[in-house]
């Protein structure tokens, strides 16, 4: 039993732990670019706008694929058939690097890393300073699963797991406690405590 309990200690020792600090960002006040046309550049523009249609997005390739062109054209994102410059990352606060280039990938890297601005490199996580994991959207609840870049697979299924189980009329909630909230009395401190004392009641009703 002692070999088994050190055993464990050092395992639970031994375990990475995903650092990333993760935010919500409003991307229809950004500006973003995306380096590259083709599949990848797709896929995560793709992404953005499924989770926030108004992103406000720029794209910059040599080429684009007619499904890029089409969703671009119904979410007004800006597209520039053009080699990548250093140019392009004026006024830019975030910029996604997806070409089948290395070098090209690694140069917007690098560049915005000399400019301090966010970057991800696509399957290159050395090169990136966020990650774009899986997302669960009901309403005004959103929930965000990071794998730390160590397996998208993994954030796919537990997307599709959160999905199954947080229920679709989960915003109706949301939008009845922020009314109760606005009728509770006293100070922030106060508030805090009634909400968790009255959603403490829904969860063991839920168990029940």
Do not use: W
Request: net charge neutral; glycine share 6%; with cysteine.
């Amino acid at each position: 039993m002692i070999i088994m309990y050190e055993l464990i200690n050092n395992m639970e020792g031994n375990m990475e732990r995903n650092e990333l600090y993760p935010i919500f960002l409003k991307v229809s006040q950004l500006n973003i670019l995306i380096v590259g046309g083709g599949n990848v550049g797709l896929e995560k523009l793709t992404f953005m706008l499924k989770s926030s249609p108004h992103a406000q997005v720029e794209m910059v390739a040599p080429e684009f694929l007619d499904e890029t062109l089409e969703l671009a054209k119904k979410h007004q994102v800006k597209i520039t058939k053009d080699v990548y410059k250093k140019s392009y990352l004026e006024g830019r606060h975030m910029v996604i690097a997806t070409t089948d280039k290395v070098a090209v990938n690694e140069q917007v890297y690098h560049d915005c890393r000399e400019k301090h601005i966010l970057v991800n490199v696509a399957d290159n996580p050395p090169f990136c300073d966020f990650f774009m994991g899986g997302i669960v959207t009901k309403g005004n609840v959103k929930v965000a699963i990071s794998t730390n870049g160590k397996s998208p697979t993994t954030a796919k299924r537990l997307r599709q797991f959160f999905e199954d189980v947080i229920p679709e009329n989960i915003d109706d909630l949301v939008k009845n406690l922020n009314e109760f909230r606005k009728t509770i009395k006293g100070d922030f401190e106060e508030k805090v405590d009634t909400l968790n004392e009255f959603t403490k009641g829904l969860v063991s009703k839920k168990k029940e």
